[in-house]
DNA sequence: ACTATATCTTGACATCGTCAACATCATGTG
DNA sequence: CACATGATGTTGACGATGTCAAGATATAGT
């Protein structure tokens, strides 16, 4: 590996590929995704892939657990650059759709269980740490009294549900169906009306 | 076609081979359905589909379409056996989510653009027929005074979000990672909360 | 220097979607 | 009734894919 292009050994095929992956969803779609092509992009035979993925799910876990560490950043960022619980509620929301809706390639593949390994460790905990980053939120506007007497965990999943709605719905274009509205000014209309569930008071009876 | 089953002529293929999709995706999953399948479970030649659908998202875009079709008429049931446009509203929620989880055969298709042929006219429309059911259980809690200043095509949106959001979580088990909680109870607990959005106020001043 | 191991290639196989050519049935027209 | 036409289904082939086994090559540790 001095640094020949055409050395027998690739240097990080690995991160190739779950590039590749991603290359090939922008350019064609999920459905275009193949192990060969994956390889064919990184230059390298059929079957490489193989060794360090398993299969063509073991690529694809890969590649969505990848994509949950990357939603996580964006989330964490919104979280901590936000003034007020509030606010942070709303950033991550916003943040959570950004995110779908500009980085679908992840997203894509991040909420397919059909192409992950049942059950794999490092996807399970790099899901379970985005969404603790949501969990987070929830608990700071329901510490600061914004949640009424709602169950904190009912207003995460109501919240969570929403943006995901959202997420899903946009990608597929189905909203553009039924309004002419522009769909960034749709979405910020949906944000304001699913934010209802947040109490209006400040010095909030916890 | 006297009756034999042996004829050469299926009868009615087209229904058989919609209704072998939803086996082979109850019995294996949507990554399983393929043409020859389909065929070999209606007991026909491996290319026979391809004469009723052209090719396999025909077949899958026929499939969707199908599912939209069931889709409204639990949404329709809903919304007439309600009492008022509150429950109704609430009812359609849970039609929704019901749908969703009990015949995600077909929900699990219908949402998926890339397996279907692109602005196929009887899918668009069979999906629009579903949705105006939701609109218009919208436009009657409007009309009744339940959603204060909002705009009735963003409670729309947000209330669709909501329920698309918790049909797709729920199905890929995700909620369960999060909470104890039994997921009827969880699915209850977020239609309260989400139905936040609705004013409390009966005479409301629209 | 030597060996064990990780990494990658080659070749093969069954399955899949699709196509072209052909076979069989149904229907209606003279 | 004869028969032509179109709809329906079959057969065989092709390239692409996921997967596996066997082999080749580079790296690392001793």
Known sequence: MTKGKQAYHHGDLRTALLDAVGEIIRDSGVGAVSLREAARR?????????????DKNGLLTAYA????EIFREQMQTALDSAPDPRAAFQAIGRAYVSFALERNEYFEIMFREELHHSEDPELDDAGRRAFAVLLEAVRQVAEAGLVGDKNPM??????????????TLWLTGAPSKFTDEDLGTLLEGV????????????????
Chains 1, 2 share one sequence.
């Open 42 to 54: 990184a230059g390298v035979s059929h079957s490489a892939p193989a060794h360090h993925f398993g």
């Open 65 to 68: 657990t990848r994509g949950f």
């Open 154 to 167: 009912h207003v995460a999943m109501s919240a969570w549900a929403t943006v995901h709605g959202m997420a």
């Open 191 to 206: 944000f304001e009306v699913s934010q209802t569930e947040l109490v209006e008071a400040e010095g909030g009876a916890a």
